[in-house]
């Protein structure tokens, strides 16, 4: 059994819309014949990083060439047997989902997993002499939790169970038979539309989820040999949550939950990359997280395992695609041990196969003539069913006419005989229904089986197998291509590589010139090295402390949400309530989840009894709250014993006010006063002259005037009471005159 590394490859999307217009600078250079990556540094543009993979994928790549290049070979040992993964990796929109799926209604863009249909039919129909069974399964995995993508209920959550045969498997995962690439195709579109009805954003949720398409592909011989074993090959694809940060994206609350759920499981691939990487203490943390239990076995298993790398060129997302780079580096070191499942127990095949001849036997049962009294051996075997159901048939219809003919039966023994045949034909057709529906059961058993050419070879020469062998000759040819680039491509790698690390010390040196001139060539090139490590270890050191950062924000999330938990627990729980309750737990290692054993031993807690002067069991709070002075700043006890009925609103009997209604002439005579056209208001009295406002203003600013003016004498207290100094009402003296108004004075406190 030989090892064999991950194939890990690289593919960078072309810059988008926005990225474009926002002219953000390209950072990443795609150098396909190296297999290499180079990244600028955006803050330091002479500096850069580079890395080499085994095939790397610019912005102008298609489909169908990074199909044929790169997958191709891993979905053709999947044919053989072999256990097959190919997962995409990478940020949010840098075409992860465009890699695996790629756009449903443009052939051309039509990405691995559609391709890989095509493929896998495609090469059963040019099969010969072998019969294959394929089955589809769609799950995804959103926080931490197995759903079924293709089940009548796609919420429901799958276990993950583990057996020494089959390994790692999902409980209860739907798994359908697919006859044709329409079949197939349907399975998928199917499981995508549950994937995007379980979120309230298809692109956030697709973002936060794993979603896994499972092909498993059985075969046998069916040639002469009688030991045709079975092989069973798995195909894996998956398309992974986006890797980018989650403090980017602003997550909080909830969404930190979830995405710490998404990041966990991240994270434990990374963990399981670097231990199997490492080897260094030989425990690989597969139990982790569910997805590094499921492609346990393509993550240093018995798995063929291609790794796609996403990645965006622009230089905002320099963080993201640098850790994806690092990332898609350290997994090319994993070695796997690819080998074929021959014979397993789970195989579908064999019991298709078995259930065929079983029927089949049945059916050649049922073909045998039973037995008459009188009769002896089996019935003609060779004859069709339908022959010697017909032949019955025949017989029992002549026995009836002839008991009818015959006239020497009396009417209630031929009754009896015409009741007995009847009975017999009723049964013969019972019979020819059964075989039927065996029969078409075979059928449908065996169109499940599919097969290429049964018995024909290429040499019989029709057109269509002479094109055929063409086109198989020209995709050899196509793939020997492929695999002398990638050749190459390694060769040139383990040159560089041997470049930078010998350093030639017997090199001699005809002048010091040359030997100046080449020992400064090589110290600038071990210069340029020195400094992408010292880069490389400061990033790391960066890297390493914000996932430190982010773990701790989550951690500290979940110990709130712990303390609150604990808080209610010990202020709402019964404290024996508690401890009985704890000593029922325990933890159930395979579905990796705390239970509750039964319920059975534990006595039940004293309930409160009802006090005969209770109507209902109170408890001493309760009555604490209502002899308080203030009951009512107990809110929960306010209404005890009180019926709460809503009220009955009475009719309305009364009327908002409104004012009386006022005469047209009064309105008129209050709209006049009210205008003010005039300053002069003339006032009509009986008693006194009509007096105009302004010159009363006027002469009483002069009066007041004057009395300011005129130097205060000694006397003006006499002044004040000389009885030329008469008061007149409103100030006005009767010969017209205005005097000044008299301010009325405080006659002090009078005794009553
Ligand atoms: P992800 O699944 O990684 O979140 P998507 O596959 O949804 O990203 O890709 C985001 C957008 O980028 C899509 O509109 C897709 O069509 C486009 N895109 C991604 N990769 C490529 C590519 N290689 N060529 C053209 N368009 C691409
Ligand atoms: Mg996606």
């Known amino acids: 059994m030989s090892a064999e590394t991950v194939k890990v490859i690289v593919r960078c999307r072309p810059m988008n819309e926005k990225e474009t217009s926002e002219n953000y600078e390209r950072i990443v250079n795609v150098l396909p014949k190296r297999g290499a990556i180079e990244i600028l540094t955006p803050t330091k543009p002479q500096t850069s990083r580079e890395f080499t993979f085994d095939c790397v994928y610019d912005s102008t790549s298609n489909q169908k060439d990074l199909y044929d290049e790169s997958f191709k070979p891993l979905v053709d040992s999947v044919l053989q047997g072999y256990n097959g993964t190919i997962f995409a990796y990478g940020q949010t929109g840098t075409g992860k989902t465009y890699t695996m799926e790629g756009v449903a209604k443009d052939p051309d863009k039509q990405g691995v997993i559609p391709r890989s249909f095509e493929h896998i039919f495609n090469h059963i129909a040019q099969s010969h002499d072998r019969q294959y069974l394929v089955r589809a399964s769609y799950l995804e995995i959103y926080k931490e939790q197995i759903r079924d993508l293709v089940s009548k209920d796609p919420k429901k959550r799958l276990e993950l169970k583990e057996n020494s045969d089959t390994g790692v498997f999902v409980k209860d995962l739907s798994s359908f038979v697919c006859k044709s690439v329409v079949e197939i195709e349907h399975v998928m579109n199917v499981g995508n539309v549950n994937r995007s009805t379980g979120a309230t954003n298809m692109n956030e949720h697709s973002s936060r989820s794993h979603a896994i398409f499972m092909i498993t592909v059985e075969s046998c011989d069916v040639g002469q040999s009688e030991e045709n074993h079975i092989v069973v090959g798995k195909l894996n694809l998956v398309d992974l949550a986006g890797s980018e940060r989650q403090t980017k994206t602003g997550a909080s609350g909830d969404r930190l939950k979830e995405a710490s759920k998404i990041n966990l499981s991240l994270s434990a691939l990374g963990n399981v990359i670097s231990a199997l990487v490492d080897g260094k203490n030989g425990h690989v943390p597969y139990r982790d997280s569910k997805l590094t239990r499921l492609l346990q076995d393509s993550l240093g298993g018995n798995s063929r395992t291609v790794m796609v790398a996403n990645i965006g060129p622009a230089s905002y997302n320099y963080e993201e695609t640098l850790t994806t780079l690092r990332y898609a580096s350290r997994a090319k070191h994993i070695r796997n041990k690819p080998q074929i499942n021959e014979d397993p127990k789970d195989a579908l095949l064999r019991s298709f196969q078995q259930e065929i001849a079983r029927l089949k036997a049945s059916l050649i049962n049922k073909k045998t003539k039973p037995r008459r009294k009188g009769e002896g051996g089996l019935h003609d075997v060779s004859k069709s069913s339908d022959d010697w159901t017909d032949d019955t048939e025949a017989e029992l219809e002549q026995e009836r006419k ?230 009512s700043s107990f809110g929960r006890f306010k209404c005890e014993n009180i019926f709460m009925l809503s009220l009955d609103i009475p009719q309305r009997t009364t009327k908002e006010y409104e004012g009386p209604e006022i005469s047209p002439t009064l309105q008129a005579a209050l709209t006049q006063a009210l205008q003010s056209q005039s300053n002069a208001m003339e006032v009509q009295s009986s008693k006194y002259k009509p007096v105009d406002i302004h010159s009363f203003l006027k002469s009483a600013c002069r009066r007041k005037m004057q009395l300011i003016q005129r130097p205060r004498s000694r006397n003006s207290a006499k002044f004040n009471n000389s009885p030329s100094h008469k008061r007149y009402p409103q100030g006005h003296a009767p010969d017209g005159t205005i005097t000044a108004a008299p301010y009325p004075k405080s006659r002090g406190l009078v005794p009553k």
């Open 402 to 631: 002839d008991i009818l003919n015959n006239s020497s039966l009396i009417a209630e023994e031929r009754d009896q005989l015409l009741k007995t045949l009847q009975n017999k034909q009723e049964e013969l057709r019972s019979k020819r229904e059964n075989q039927e529906q065996l029969a078409s059961r075979i059928e449908a058993l065996e169109s499940k089986l599919l097969t290429g050419h049964i018995g024909v070879t290429s040499e019989n020469g029709t057109i269509e197998d002479v094109t055929k062998k063409q086109q198989q000759t020209l995709e050899a040819h196509r793939q020997e291509i492929i695999e002398r680039e990638r050749q190459e491509r390694e060769i040139r790698q383990k040159l560089e590589s041997q470049d930078e690390e010998v350093i030639d010390f017997k090199e001699n040196f005809s002048s010091l010139q040359q030997e100046i001139d080449y020992k400064t060539r090589k110290l600038r090139k071990m210069y340029a090295r020195w400094q992408s490590v010292r880069q490389e270890m400061s990033d790391l050191g960066d890297e390493f402390s914000r996932q430190r950062r982010e773990l701790e924000e989550t951690q500290e999330v979940l110990m709130k949400e712990l303390r609150l938990k604990q808080l209610i627990v010990s202020h709402f729980v019964p404290p024996e309530f508690r401890r009985q309750i704890t000593s029922r737990l325990r933890y159930e290692e395979d579905e990796e989840k705390w239970m509750l054993s039964p319920a059975t031993e534990m006595p039940l807690l004293p309930r409160s009894c009802a006090s005969k002067f209770e109507l209902r069991p109170t408890s001493d709070f309760e009555k604490l709250a209502r002899s308080a002075e203030d009951s």
